[in-house]
């Protein structure tokens, strides 16, 4: 029953049954709420009912899942049996970095390499050594390491404010040591100069071991 008709039977009534009769004032409030009431009640099973008076439905949130969900270009393709497709330049290394490491994840892989390029940046712009020497092959720390001395040490840090493009460049497996080169394109600056710094990092990683760390093996200027 709907609500106007609900009322109008209600008050129908009301009047079949007590037409002409004086009431206390008192007494017609009560009724009047006890009518009220009959109402609200009423309402209140009828709320949440569809026009087949079933259930309203309200829409749930939903998660999207990865797979879902927009994936850059340079991502690996997922198959039914969770086995990465590689694509891109150098998807056929990737590919053979996986066989050799299934532990392997070009989605991590990106995720940790931009996070090494900020941390060894900034690092580096501070004079950290102690973060350093564990993130760096021996030949690049020792390079780093005489830079780091010879430069003034009032001069202004450069730090990482932005990157313009992070991808593979390249990659290769010899001897069960793992290579990937990344290409960084970035904003630095020190506060008062900004800088655009165009560089492939080289990573490198020995499959057969149980640290799935990579460590950085060599630094290019990129064109």
Known sequence: MRVKSLISYTYTMFQRNFDGLMFDPVVEVLILAAIALVVLVRLYTTLG?????????????????????AQPESAPVQ??????????????????????DNRFSEGDFMVGARSAYKIIVNAF??????????????DVYEAWDEAIEARDPDA????????????IDSASLTDGVARILVRFESELGNGEI??????????????????????????????
């Open 156 to 167: 202004d840090p450069f730090a990482v404010l932005r990157f313009r493009k992070v991808e």
């Open 125 to 138: 712009g501070v004079g950290d050594r102690d973060t350093l020497a564990p993130m760096l092959d021996t």
């Open 49 to 69: 009912k569809g026009d087949d008076d079933q259930p309203a439905k309200r829409p749930s949130a939903t998660v999207r899942s990865m797979s879902d969900q």
């Open 79 to 100: 198959t039914g049996n969770s086995r990465p497709i590689f694509v891109g330049p150098a998807a056929g290394s990737l590919e053979e970095i996986y066989e050799a």
């Open 194 to 223: 900004v800088r655009n710094a165009k560089e492939i990092w080289t990573f490198m990683h020995s499959v057969n071991s149980p640290d799935p760390n990579w460590i950085l093996d060599d630094v290019e200027v990129a064109n």
